[in-house]
């Protein structure tokens, strides 16, 4: 019931602060499609070819590829899931990445990710929309140059 509730008011519109006041928010994070990820990237001049995408989290990751539709994503992370099986990290060293987070995770990846990258450079963030609301936002960094593949935790 709180559910359909929550998609009925969705679809009608939430006044600003709802979502966190109604306490769906970490609920409407993972049940949308991040929207406005691939727009807000690309009218900052941040989708080029050849750059891949880092996540700190394989569910988070998910997110990404969906939004961005066949841009590699790779997963900076002890726990990388699948991830770790759909792209050949070695076949990315010498590229530019996006890295994509959520604002609680990016000093913690930006930290593991600073010495696998000639720098690193923070964006602005990027708003994920849902019916034309901002629901969250998202921090972007762009790292130029991998020197070496994130280390795989499976042989």
Same mark, same amino acid.
């Given at each position: 019931?709180?559910?359909?509730?929550?998609?009925?008011?969705?679809?009608?519109?939430?006044? /600003?602060?709802?979502?966190?006041?109604?306490?769906?928010?970490? =609920?409407?994070?993972?049940?949308?499609?991040?929207?406005?990820?691939?727009?807000?990237?690309?009218?900052?001049?941040?989708?080029?070819?050849?750059? %891949?995408?880092?996540?700190?989290?394989?569910? +988070?990751?998910?997110?990404?590829?969906?939004?961005?539709?066949?841009?590699?994503?790779?997963?900076? @992370?002890? @726990?990388?899931?699948?991830?770790?099986?759909?792209? *050949? /990290?070695?076949?990315?060293?010498?590229? @530019?990445?996006?890295?994509?987070?959520?604002?609680?995770?990016?000093?913690?990846?930006?930290?593991?990710?600073?010495?696998? %990258?000639?720098?690193?450079?923070? /964006? *602005?963030?990027?708003?994920?929309?849902?019916?034309?609301?901002?629901? =969250?936002?998202? +921090?972007?960094?762009?790292?130029?140059?991998?020197?070496?593949?994130?280390?795989?935790?499976?042989?």
């Amino acid at each position: 019931m709180v559910i359909g509730a929550a998609g009925a008011l969705m679809l009608i519109g939430l006044p /600003q602060g709802a979502v966190s006041w109604l306490g769906i928010a970490g =609920f409407a994070e993972e049940s949308f499609a991040w929207r406005g990820l691939k727009p807000g990237l690309a009218a900052r001049g941040l989708l080029e070819p050849g750059r %891949f995408v880092v996540s700190s989290r394989w569910i +988070d990751a998910g997110r990404i590829a969906e939004a961005l539709g066949g841009v590699p994503v790779a997963v900076f @992370d002890p @726990d990388p899931r699948g991830f770790a099986f759909l792209t *050949d /990290q070695t076949a990315l060293v010498g590229r @530019d990445a996006l890295i994509v987070t959520r604002p609680h995770a990016t000093a913690k990846t930006l930290a593991a990710a600073a010495p696998l %990258f000639a720098s690193i450079e923070p /964006q *602005d963030r990027v708003p994920i929309v849902v019916l034309g609301a901002p629901l =969250f936002e998202l +921090d972007v960094a762009l790292a130029r140059g991998l020197k070496a593949p994130y280390p795989s935790p499976y042989p």
